[in-house]
């Protein structure tokens, strides 16, 4: 809900530049800041807390609020922790074929959860992923905003179509590997065209949004995607240098 309230209150200042709003952003966004996991031994590293030791999918749009807060008042340290999150822990995510929550524990194991998976979990981190586009001018996030797009079309765990582009519905939601909610609610809907709008704009993420997802080890940390031209897009966990890397193969 933080990040909702940065983002409209950023509407709100593009139009009527108020000190006090400007103040009340530069709050909110230090606290989401310091709310970040920033131990890089951990898997979850540069992960957005939703709420205590949780973090959720659906409206976790730290990084796109902080991405275009950091360019709106050129802050680098608000900028910065958008990356730490879209340069790690939405590439774990990407290689887990996305998930929908994360409870830390004190003992050593998580608890993850995989489904329900809903565009409201997607639609965030394509736009994160946009706002780091236009902040940093790296093609590889609007790249990887495609990407993460073509959940909807069937790169995900159900390798279902979650949009129907004949009647522009969006479906409720994937429950398991098997099934999927054809309901279509308003939510559903409206976060699957906002999140195809999202690419629209941005050619370079509607070419990447047509890639197929080819592979996903979960042992090894990589998902593999191919494009029409046979061109591949890997998002891997390299162990020699403990950090997580992403490379195009011809």
């Known amino acids: ?18 000190r006090e709003v400007k103040e009340m952003i530069e709050k909110l966004a ?4 310091q709310f970040q996991v920033r131990d890089s031994s951990s898997p979850f590293y540069g992960m957005h807390l939703s709420w205590r030791n949780c973090w959720h999918a659906w409206g976790n749009a730290q990084t796109e609020a902080l991405a275009k807060a950091g360019r709106i008042f050129n802050n680098t340290s608000w900028i910065e922790s958008a990356k730490l999150e879209a340069d790690n822990f939405y590439l774990f995510l990407i290689s887990r074929k996305f998930l929908h929550s994360i409870e830390l524990h004190s003992e050593e194991f998580p608890s993850i959860r995989v489904f329900q998976q809903i565009s409201y979990g997607i639609r965030p981190m394509v736009s994160g992923f ?3 586009y236009i902040t940093t001018g790296d093609e590889r996030y609007a790249k990887l905003a495609g990407l993460t ?14 949009y129907d582009p004949k009647t522009g519905r969006g479906y409720d939601g994937i429950d398991n590997k098997d099934k ?8 559903s809907t409206i976060e699957a065209l906002m999140t195809l709008m999202e690419i629209s ?21 990589y998902a593999l995607y191919k494009g029409v031209d046979a061109q591949e897009f890997r998002v891997d966990w390299d162990d020699m240098i403990k950090r997580w890397k992403v490379e195009e193969l011809k």
Do not use: C
Request: glycine fraction near 4%; hydrophobic fraction near 40%.
């Open 1 to 18: 809900a933080t990040a909702e309230v940065i983002l409209a209150l950023l509407d709100y200042y593009s139009i009527s530049p108020d």
């Open 30 to 33: 230090e606290g989401l800041v």
């Open 130 to 132: 946009i706002q780091l």
């Open 149 to 162: 797009a073509s959940w909807l079309r069937g790169n995900n765990p159900a390798h279902s179509n979650m």
């Open 180 to 187: 999927i909610n054809k309901n279509s609610g308003a939510e």
């Open 201 to 221: 704009d941005n050619p370079i993420s509607l070419r990447y949004f047509y890639y197929d997802l080819e592979s996903v080890n979960e042992i090894k940390r």
